[in-house]
């Protein structure tokens, strides 16, 4: 399964969590595993809080000021050198365990999209499996 | 499955591979797959070296400078703004292969609860998954 | 299933998308996941871009400077003190989608071997599974 996403600016995170347990209600799964995969190598996926937005803006403006853009040797290619070291850290897959057809997810925890080279439409690509 | 941890720390470094390895050799896995996954938006969990202690000191204190206290945003909210920056880059999933009802780490290996807020009464849960 | 690896460099990033998808071609998988693992605590995995080279020596140019040699306080041990913490932040385990026998990677993606303490004979784990 999978699904679409238009991001809007070059570097944004986009909280996923509701199109992917959409997906993972499709199933009957009373103990399994859900995998969350992006398959675009200047973009990744990650949890985080999901109530304060301003979470979301630190970790942005901390990968920002680690892996600031304009520095790269790929850069003299197409100057998106820091969106691939970003991508590569942070990195295009997680696996979250679901119960009852529900992720498992902690009351805090979000499944955050990370677009570091936007504005582009991405696909994120879903697995689930039952583990009983 | 699932079993919990009472940190003593605001930040430690947990070994959990023994509680791992007892939950894993419950099943009967000849092949197979061991996700853990934390479902808190403030610890996450790796692998690292299990033998010397300094290891995991130099891991946190490596996340300690890069990541400080008091200079993010959702500090306003509730002063953990660090935590969750550390806890979406380090993630809280993992998936380690299995044989013969064992995990397949390597000699030094071992698996890492990593709590970035506590002390805290916190969750791990484990499934896993013949492949064969 | 496994294949071995010679590296050459104390620290090399290797494409190793052609000897994975060797072997998940040897399953009959028409959805499913492959998991790879790395079995070494100065190794990891990632994916990163697969055509200009540039971007792996940013990957690791990156790491190199955020991460330095010789000021840990494992370097007592045995002078690895640095590769132990980029092993932890990038971690040795990724889970990749399959369908009809291929990897589901993007046009751009690579699977990247992170050698951190080489040169070294390491040892990467392949599992993969249906999940229909």
Tied chains: 1, 2, 3.
Excluded at 13 to 18: A, D, F, G, K, L
Excluded at 91 to 117: A, D, V, Y
Aim: glycine share 4%; charged share 25%; aromatic share 6%.
């Amino acid at each position: 399964m999978q699904f679409n996403l238009k991001t809007t600016k070059r570097e944004e995170i986009i909280n996923i969590t509701s199109q992917i347990q959409a997906l993972v209600s499709r199933h009957s799964i009373k103990e399994g595993l859900c995998n969350i995969f992006i398959p675009h190598a200047t973009a990744a996926v990650t949890i985080n809080e999901n109530c304060d937005e301003k979470v979301c803006e630190d970790f942005l403006e901390y990968l920002r000021k680690q892996i600031p853009k304009n520095c790269w040797k790929h850069d003299v290619v197409d100057g998106n050198g820091d969106a691939h070291v970003k991508a590569s850290i942070i990195k295009p897959s997680i696996t979250i365990p679901i119960q009852h057809n529900r992720l498992m997810l902690g009351k805090w925890q979000g499944i955050m999209f990370c677009e570091f080279n936007g504005p582009r439409d991405r696909t994120i690509i879903v697995n689930c499996l039952n583990t009983k």
